[in-house]
């Protein structure tokens, strides 16, 4: 068991002049690398790379939550085939109020919901299709998962995500679908008219499109207007079954959701990539700011990045010209094995241990931790998901406590603010005093990815031991934030050293814990 901790351990932050060296230019979101740019140059770019303030949301959101909800809960299947009659989905009850409870309990700040899952069936009211909760016997096809949800978020004050997929067998394999009909481009008003279910935001677009096309606007402007606001558009990447070469006509999708949803990040797009795996890994250095061999702004095709991405090799070995972007990866896993709930016997369910230590290292790693907590069958979270949610909530907020914590009593400098990216220091030999003597375990680094960009790619953490430095941890790259795991370690005095870095290295926040597991 853990014992309850201590309060959060004091410490001076030496940044007696928080100093603001002179910037070099930045770049917001994206920079054109030329034939002409040297290596050097190169680097220069990707060391004054900013994120976009909706990218910058993200990385403060830090841990959010995924509910994957659908016709294979009560199927038990992983992945539903299109052709499941909507009955199958037999809810009785539906606890958002619980969900959201559990989950802003856990420390996360948003919820995504997956409102279109690839079988294609529909959780909310949608004018569009009857293949959904309105064909089932919830509250006599009344129901609406995604309004009951929204309306918990907002008593619980969580942040509110839709994943509608753009892969849907229902419409690839009923006789009638629209997915690879080979339906001709014409112009089209999106949303498309229903007599009787007129919509209260009146803007309108004009587009050239297909049938499948037009069904995907039509429901993203249901999404975007009906519900709240929408933080995360989630545009899963996964394609259980092509038809009729059936394409995604992004350019739309995109001028649609920063219209109605301009706050909105798009996962799977240019905002947020995803990491690479489910099985909750994380890269050693996860840098943030990747290449792509177009402008990011006009693609309408975003391949997985996978393997080696934002080092220097990367970047002065890539073909000229290409594109520097700044792209956090979001870190999805499943509390559960399987992203839906199958059964509370044999599915396996994650340690609180486990998801703990990916919580250190996907949110400490300078990444976005998305887990998903699957409800059950009677619309609720599982006791033993929910147990594990509780005791993550606890730890982190026992280890980290609430906000940036940047330790008090520290003599002279000013409060690096969570999330506050406008004040830094020079990184290399900063000096951290403490009051008194303290034993700790967990340092967080950041640096100000908001206005300066990430640079530091290694660094080293001296302590004050018995008079003399001693190296007590070190580490890769730091980015919008670092959590650095190390032995406990009682000490008066801390240093940091850099390694290695793309630019003049600097912080923003220095901060320091003890985590105690019993
Ligand atoms: O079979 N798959 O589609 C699959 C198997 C294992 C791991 C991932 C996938 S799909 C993958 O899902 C990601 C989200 O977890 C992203 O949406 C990727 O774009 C997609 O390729």
């Not at 990447?237 to 092509?242: E, I």
């Not at 394409?247 to 990040?265: C, F, K, N, Q, S």
Request: charged share 30%.
């Amino acid at each position: 068991m853990i014992k309850p901790l201590p309060a959060l351990l004091p410490v001076l932050l030496a940044l007696a002049v928080a100093c603001s060296p002179s910037r070099n230019e930045t770049h917001v979101g994206t920079v054109r690398v030329d034939p002409s740019d040297t290596e050097e140059a190169i680097i220069e770019k990707a060391a004054n790379l900013v994120p976009t303030p909706r990218q910058l949301e993200a990385m403060e959101n830090g841990f959010i939550g995924f509910l994957h909800f659908g016709p294979n809960t009560f199927t038990q299947r992983e992945w539903g085939t299109g052709f499941e009659d909507p009955a199958v989905f037999d809810l009785k009850e539906l606890h958002t109020d619980e969900w959201c409870r559990e989950m802003k309990e856990a420390g996360m700040k948003m919820v995504i919901l997956t409102v279109k899952h690839h079988d294609g069936f529909c959780l909310w009211q949608t004018r569009y299709t009857t293949h959904g909760i309105m064909s089932t016997g919830y509250k006599d096809g009344k129901g609406d998962v995604l309004r009951e949800l929204s309306e918990s978020c907002r008593e619980y004050g969580l942040k509110l995500g839709i994943y509608l997929s753009p892969a849907d067998l229902y419409q690839i394999e009923s006789p009638d679908g629209l997915y690879g009909n080979l339906s001709p481009k014409t112009m089209r008003t999106i949303p498309r008219e229903v007599e009787g279910r007129p919509f209260a935001n009146k803007t309108t677009f004009r587009f050239e499109l297909d049938d499948y096309n037009e069904y995907y606007l039509n429901q993203l402007f249901e999404l975007l207007t009906e519900y709240g606001p929408i933080s995360e558009v989630w545009l899963d990447g996964a394609h259980p079954k092509r038809k009729g070469g059936q394409t995604y006509d992004y350019t739309a999708w995109r001028e649609v959701i920063r219209t109605l949803a301009p706050d909105a990040t798009v996962f799977g797009r240019e905002d947020v990539r995803w990491c690479g795996n489910e099985a909750g890994e994380t890269r050693d250095a996860e840098f943030n700011v990747v290449t792509f061999d177009e402008d990011p702004a006009v693609m309408t095709a975003f391949e997985d990045m996978l393997g080696e991405l934002g080092t220097r090799e990367v970047y002065t070995s890539h073909a000229k010209p290409f594109y520097l972007h700044y792209l956090p990866a979001e870190t999805d896993v499943s509390i559960r094995a399987g992203w839906f709930f199958s059964d509370d016997e044999n599915q396996g369910v994650r340690s609180a241990d486990n998801v703990f230590d990916i919580y250190e290292r996907s949110v400490g790693g300078n990444s976005i931790l998305l887990l998903n907590v699957p409800p059950n069958r009677e619309g609720r979270f599982s006791e033993r998901d929910a147990s594990v949610l509780r005791e993550v909530g606890r730890r982190i907020r026992e280890t980290y406590g609430e906000g940036c914590g940047l330790l008090a009593g520290a003599k002279g400098p000013k409060r690096a603010l969570d999330g506050c990216q406008d004040t830094w220091a020079k990184a290399d030999g900063m000096v951290v005093r403490l009051r008194e003597p303290v034993t700790l375990n967990r340092i967080i680094l950041r640096e100000p990815v908001g206005s300066v960009g990430e640079r530091i790619e290694s660094f080293a953490v001296d302590a004050r031991i018995d008079g003399r430095w001693t190296e007590v941890a070190s580490g890769t790259n730091v980015g919008f934030r670092r959590i650095v795991r190390l032995p406990d370690v009682t000490t008066d005095t801390l240093r940091i050293r850099i390694l290695s870095s793309r630019a003049e290295p600097l912080l923003s926040g220095i901060e320091a814990y003890r985590y105690q597991e019993k």
